[in-house]
């Protein structure tokens, strides 16, 4: 199954690690300074260019940047819709 991430960007919902919220993961210091050498070491992927709201971390160690809320993307796995919207 594959899950709709924004900006028409798919990736397989099995690789998925974890969901994280940007407001609530970024006020650690270990994970500001992961997502820092993520990018520094060009593992990052922007779906967006606005204030990203989610990052998701898969299998592969790539954290894709996203514009859509953690509920959102889990709801859509959840459904098996990839374009499913939380209500």
């Given at each position: 199954m594959?899950?709709?991430?924004g900006n028409g960007?798919?990736?397989?919902?099995?690789?998925i690690i974890g969901i994280f919220d940007m407001d609530t993961?970024?006020?650690e210091a270990a994970t500001k300074e992961f997502l820092s050498s993520s990018q520094r070491e060009g593992?990052?992927?922007l779906t967006t260019y606005e204030l990203p709201k989610s990052f998701i971390l898969t299998?592969?160690?790539?954290?894709?940047?996203?514009?859509?809320s953690t509920s959102s993307l889990a709801g859509r796995i959840a459904s098996g819709?990839?374009?499913a919207q939380s209500t």
């Open positions: 594959y899950v709709h991430t960007r798919l990736m397989r919902a099995e690789s993961a970024t006020t593992r990052v992927i299998e592969d160690d790539m954290v894709t940047l996203s514009q859509l819709d990839p374009l």
